[in-house]
T-cell receptor, first 111, second 114 residues
């Protein structure tokens, strides 16, 4: 079993729909990242969380440390949101960039 | 905002040759950069941590003599895949730590070894 599990693996939505991607992890962490990877491979860091909730535009990320679970929400989804969304955790006691990555969620938003 | 430039974006090389990938922080200094590898349909995995002015720290199972990392300045880290073989074909991506603990990623390099 992977230390970081994402669900769903694939997600298809219609433009305007509210989207949720989930991430569960089985280790103690010091931080959790949500990343966006576009076709061609470039990665953008969306959020870094250690507790609570963060919001940026139409994106909202939450984390529940006790339950070892995080969610990424996209409100009013748009075709340009189509990408792979990756959850990555920094395990407690490890160096800053030593992230353990989930397998990613492929999101496709249709117009 | 902070930008990390990585090139080349893709490279095709013959088996046995060496390939150098560059990762530059364009508007900030990065004392530490990170190199990751991603095989098709698999998760990213950290290969090594590149430290300016000192030796890189490699993850278990990553051959330091095969994947040479040099971080000679505060804005440039290079990864050289030496004597590349088809099994080294992969997507390589770097990242650097910026302000407020944000992590900035390069655009990645797709390496294909024939």
């Amino acid at each position: 079993k992977n230390e970081v599990e994402q669900s769903p693996q694939n997600l298809t939505a219609q433009e305007g729909e509210f989207i949720t991607i989930n991430c569960s992890y089985s280790v103690g962490i010091s931080a959790l990242h949500w990343l966006q990877q576009h076709p061609g491979g470039g990665i953008v860091s969306l959020f870094m969380l250690s507790s609570g909730k963060k919001k940026h535009g139409r994106l909202i990320a939450t984390i529940n440390i006790q339950e070892k679970h995080s969610s990424l929400h996209i409100t009013a989804s748009h075709p340009r949101d189509s990408a792979v969304y990756i959850c990555a955790v920094r395990v407690e006691g490890t160096s800053y960039g030593k992230l353990t990555f989930g397998q990613g969620t492929i999101l496709t938003v249709h117009p | 905002g902070a930008v990390v430039s990585q090139h080349p974006s893709w490279v095709i090389c013959k088996s046995g040759t060496s390939v150098k990938i560059e990762c530059r922080s364009l508007d900030f200094q990065a004392t530490t950069m990170f190199w990751y590898r991603q095989f098709p349909k698999q998760s990213l995995m950290l290969m090594a941590t590149s430290n300016e002015g000192s030796k890189a720290t490699y993850e278990q199972g990553v051959e330091k003599d095969k994947f040479l990392i040099n971080h000679a300045s505060l804005t440039l880290s290079t990864l050289t895949v030496t004597s590349a073989h088809p099994e080294d074909s992969s997507f390589y991506i770097c990242s650097a730590r910026g302000d407020r603990e944000k992590l900035f990623f390069g655009s990645g390099t797709q390496l294909s070894v024939l």
